[in-house]
């Protein structure tokens, strides 16, 4: 059965009330003429001594052998479970790994093609402003990929016919997939987006 934290927490409630119920007991002795576990309760002439209370005094041996005894069980019980708690956390560590692991991998594998790379942005161009960087490279850009892509005139056709409304571009970046909206418009600078394409090498 899987150990909870709350689980341990009790059980070291439980410890720390059987070590000051072992505590008190050792107190009571102690009132009483400071006999300890072992002192005799007999006095040199075989009589039960009178100076202390023999009842009490044999209560409080007895409970301390019998709450030593609990603490003794508790003490491997809460060991165990602490073991199992750490064991459970390494376990859930090595999977939490393995899993993001898994999906880098997947990730990686589901990157598409890119095959073409932007090597300068405007600072206040269209490109700029859709949150396009340097190096970022194009795997789709409005209607042109990989498949279909010949040359840059390809993406210039795209962007004159869509000047003034938002294509969809997709680049890799820093081993991601990431989607910026880029509206390619008139601006200060020249051109309608702010940025050099080059095609990539393959």
């Not at 934290?5 to 119920?21: F, M, P, T, W, Y």
Request: hydrophobic content about 40%; aromatic content about 4%.
């Amino acid at each position: 059965r899987a150990v909870s934290v709350s689980a341990v927490q009790e059980l070291v409630r439980r410890k720390d009330d059987i070590e000051a119920q072992i505590r008190a007991c050792y107190e009571l002795l102690e009132r009483q003429k400071g006999v300890g576990m072992h002192e005799p309760l007999v006095d040199a002439e075989g009589f039960p001594r009178s100076d202390i209370d023999l009842y009490q005094v044999r209560t409080a041996r007895h409970n301390i052998i019998c709450l030593q005894n609990d603490h003794k069980a508790l003490m491997k019980q809460v060991e165990e479970a602490l073991h199992q708690l750490h064991a459970r956390e390494k376990e859930k560590q090595a999977r939490d790994e393995a899993e993001a692991l898994a999906e880098a991998q997947s990730q990686s594998q589901a990157l598409p093609q890119p095959f073409a790379r932007v090597n300068a942005v405007s600072p206040g161009s269209p490109a700029s402003a859709s949150g396009l960087q340097v190096d970022d490279e194009i795997v789709e850009f409005g209607s042109v990929n990989a498949n279909n892509f010949q040359s840059l005139q390809n993406i210039a056709t795209v962007v004159q016919h869509s000047e003034g409304r938002p294509l969809s571009v997709t680049v890799i970046r820093g081993g991601r997939r990431v989607h910026v909206g880029l509206t390619p418009k008139r601006w200060a600078g020249k051109g309608l987006l702010g940025c050099n394409i080059i095609p990539l090498q393959r």
